[in-house]
C-alpha cells in the first residue's frame, strides 16, 4: 500500500462518523463511506501529497451525499422523515448505541440536512468556518447562519423529545 | 464607554473558537451581565457534547473489511466480485495488529497483503510504458528468444520460457527486464498483424495459499493476474475485456506448457 491509500485509510474513521450524521442506517453510512472512498481513487492526482487529505474527503463524501439526495427525491423517495416516522420505522440499532445514543441521532437526522451537516463539521469534526464553507461550497458566512439555526432546531427537538416522553408516561 | 453589544450569533463564535481574541474580554463582561445568554452557551455546549457521545463510538469502531477492500482494490474488481482476498487479508491484518499494525506494516512498500495488486499495478505500468514503444518495446528481440530465456531466468530467479502466443494470433516481440520492490519480473511483449500488444509480466510469487485469479483495469489497460506454483504472472493490454479474458486464459494455458509445471 502506498502512502496515499495510508493517509485515506486513517481519515476512515472520520469520513464514517461522519456519514452516520448525514444518514441514519449504518449500511447506508458505510456504503456512502466507500463510494467516496472509490471515487477518492479516481482523482488521486486531484489531491497534493504532504496535505492531509482530510478536506479533500469529506468534500468528495459530501457531494455524494447531495448528489445521492437529489436522486432521492427526483425519485420521490422521502429523504427526511420525521421524528415519528423514525420511531416507526426503527431499525435493530448497532451494536454500540445506547437508548439515549439512539435518540440523540434519531433527532440529529430530523434537522434540516444543510443545518445539520454545518453543526456536525464544526461542532464534531472541528473543521473551522472557512474549512467547512470550503468543504460544502458556500461562503463563510452562510456556514454561520447554518451553525446558529442547526444548533436551535437541535435544541429545540431535543426538548420535544423530553417532553414527548413525558407525555408517554403521563399516559400510562 | 458604552460596553459592546453581542448577540446569540457571538455564542457560536465563542463555542467555536471563531471569535477574534480581541473582542473576548469583551465578549466575556457582556456575558456576565446576560444570565440567560450564559445559559443559552451552556446548553449549546452540552447539546455539543451529547452528540460527539452519540456519534463518536463509531469512529473508534473496527473499520468494515468491505472499506479495506475498497481502498485497496479498484472498483473494476470489485464489481467483478474477485475481491474476497482482499476482504479477508483485511481482516486478518486488523484482527493481528489494529489499525496501527496495519498502518505499520504497509506504508514502508510492497508487502505481501497487496501483492497481487501490486503486481497487475506495475504490469499496466509497465505495459502502458512500452508498448507505446516503435522502436525500443524490448530489450532483447525474439530473434534471440533462447538467450532472452535463459538471461530472464537467471535475473528474475524462476525458470523462464516466453510462451507460445500464435494460436490467439500474437507474435512475440520479444522482452525485457524490469524492477518490481526489489526484486526483479520479467515482460514479455507480443503483437498480432493489426499491431495490437500485449504482454506478459512474470514474477516469482511465493503466496501459495491464494491460487486466485484476478482483473484490474486502469488508465485504459487491464491486467488479468494469476499465481502458480511459485510464479505469479499478469497479462495486460488494452482490448476490450471478453478479448483480454480469452488471451490470459490462453496465455496461462501456454505458459504452464512453455516452463513445464
Known sequence: MDQKRAAILAEIPRLRRYARALLRSSDAADDLVQDALERALTKMENWQTGASPRRWLFAIMHNLFIDQTRRANRRGEASILTLDDGEALAQPSAQYETPESREILDVLQAVAPERRVAIVLVGIEGFSYAEAAEILGVPAGTVMSRISRGREEFRRLLDDGARRRTFKVVEK | ?261
Open chain 2, 1 to 261: 464607554m458604552t460596553p459592546r453589544s453581542f448577540t446569540e450569533q457571538d455564542l457560536h463564535l465563542a463555542l467555536d473558537g471563531e471569535m477574534p481574541a480581541e473582542d473576548r474580554a469583551e465578549f466575556d463582561a457582556w456575558l456576565d451581565a446576560h444570565p440567560d445568554m450564559q445559559v443559552r452557551l451552556q446548553r449549546y455546549r452540552d447539546d455539543r457534547q451529547k452528540l460527539d457521545s452519540a456519534l463518536s463510538p463509531v469512529a473508534a469502531e473496527v473499520i468494515p473489511p468491505r472499506l479495506m477492500t475498497a481502498l485497496l482494490a479498484p472498483p473494476e474488481r470489485r464489481r467483478a466480485g474477485l475481491t474476497w482476498r482482499f476482504a479477508a487479508m483485511a481482516a486478518a491484518l486488523l484482527a493481528v495488529g489494529g489499525l496501527g499494525g496495519y498502518l505499520a506494516a504497509s506504508v514502508p512498500g510492497r508487502q505481501p497483503p497487496a501483492l497481487a495488486y501490486a503486481i497487475m499495478d506495475d504490469a499496466i505500468n509497465a505495459h502502458l510504458m512500452y508498448a507505446n514503444e516503435k522502436r525500443h518495446v524490448v530489450d532483447v528481440a525474439a530473434t534471440e528468444a533462447g538467450h532472452m530465456n535463459d538471461w530472464l531466468s537467471k535475473r528474475v530467479g524462476i525458470r523462464l520460457v516466453a510462451p507460445d502466443l500464435s494460436s490467439q494470433g500474437f507474435d512475440l516481440v520479444g522482452g525485457r527486464l524490469l524492477p518490481v520492490g526489489e526484486a526483479s519480473a520479467a515482460q514479455f511483449m507480443y503483437q498480432d498483424a493489426t499491431g495490437n500488444r500485449i504482454s506478459l509480466f512474470v514474477t516469482r510469487y511465493e503466496n501459495r495459499n491464494d491460487n486466485r485469479y484476478d482483473v484490474m483495469s486502469e488508465r485504459g489497460a487491464e491486467a488479468h493476474f494469476w499465481q502458480e506454483k511459485g510464479y505469479g504472472c499478469a497479462i495486460t493490454g488494452t482490448m476490450p475485456e471478453a478479448r483480454m479474458s480469452e488471451l490470459s486464459k490462453a496465455a496461462y494455458r501456454e505458459f504452464i506448457k512453455a516452463v513445464g509445471i
